[in-house]
């Protein structure tokens, strides 16, 4: 199989994206990433996670490493618990990457909100690669005191070389627990009061999600890569009065050099 960096899994206005979610530039057991440093840039952006959201163009440091044992990639720490014949098992620090910000909202009722921070996760992933693609499952925890809760996900994504391009087309599934939603799109009673908006407490949903990423070499060094995404929320988030709609679209371009 051609090597290819993971994709973006939840990639919105945070300097650790790019992964997820809506994937990021190789290092975290995906698709056999290239052994060593890599070094460069990303930009994106991320549009439709909240409603009346100032949605900004990002521009990040890429940072990743792959080892033997360990792996990193921006704003993530992890290690390889078993690799051989396809399958590769990893437990990883990895960033929970939605954010709401209420000086970056367009609406007075909003504005009246809490600002949602950036969260951790941790957690265990499976992956096994052969001829007729890759599958990858995963489950992890919040552990950063923003009310808990997991998340778990389920993809397939074939590469496809065209010349000089690997395509990597990528559909999948993430269900996300009540307690991790509640944080990012639940408005608790004393925020009701105060913004004039309903109380809401959102379930467990789950959201498919398709990825196309291309990425070719410059050089012997330099690649390029470009992800764009899209992801179909469940019912629990696009009730929300938080939310924007049915859906959040994402696309970035990276640029790195190996050594």
């Known amino acids: 199989m051609p090597s290819l960096p993971s994709a973006l899994r939840r990639p919105l206005l945070c300097a650790a994206v790019l992964a997820s979610p809506l994937p990021v530039l190789a290092a ?9 440093l890599q070094l460069g840039l990303s930009a994106g952006t991320t549009s439709g996670a909240y409603a009346h959201y100032d949605d900004k163009l990002l521009v990040v440091p890429a940072v990743s490493y792959e080892g033997k044992r360990f792996f990193a990639s921006p704003g993530s720490l992890g290690m390889y618990l078993y690799q051989g014949n396809g399958l590769r098992l990893s437990a990883a620090l990895t960033p929970y990457t939605l954010r709401f910000k209420t000086d970056d909202v367009n609406d007075p009722q909003l504005r009246r909100l809490h600002s949602r ?30 009310g808990g809760g997991t998340e778990s996900s389920l993809s397939y994504s074939y590469p496809i070389q065209a010349g000089r391009f690997t395509w990597m087309p990528r559909i999948g599934v993430v269900h996300s627990s009540a307690r991790l939603l509640d944080y990012y ?8 009061l105060r913004s004039g908006l309903p109380q809401y407490s959102p ?3 789950t959201s498919p999600s398709l990825q196309i990423v291309v990425s070719t070499p410059l050089g012997t060094r330099w690649r390029a890569t470009g992800v764009v995404a899209n992801q179909w929320f ?19 371009v990276s640029l790195v050099r190996a050594f």
Not at 117 to 139: F, N, R
Not at 238 to 251: E, L
């Open 28 to 36: 975290d057991g995906d698709a056999a990433a290239r052994p060593g």
């Open 117 to 146: 921070q950036l969260s951790g996760m941790a957690g265990l992933k499976a992956s096994y690669q052969a001829d007729w693609g890759i599958v990858e499952a995963g489950v992890q925890r919040e552990v950063t005191g923003h």
């Open 185 to 192: 799109y639940g408005i608790s009673s004393e925020e009701a």
């Open 203 to 205: 379930g467990s949903t």
């Open 234 to 252: 469940g019912d629990a988030v696009k009730d929300s009065p938080m939310s924007r709609g049915g859906s959040q679209t994402s696309a970035f």
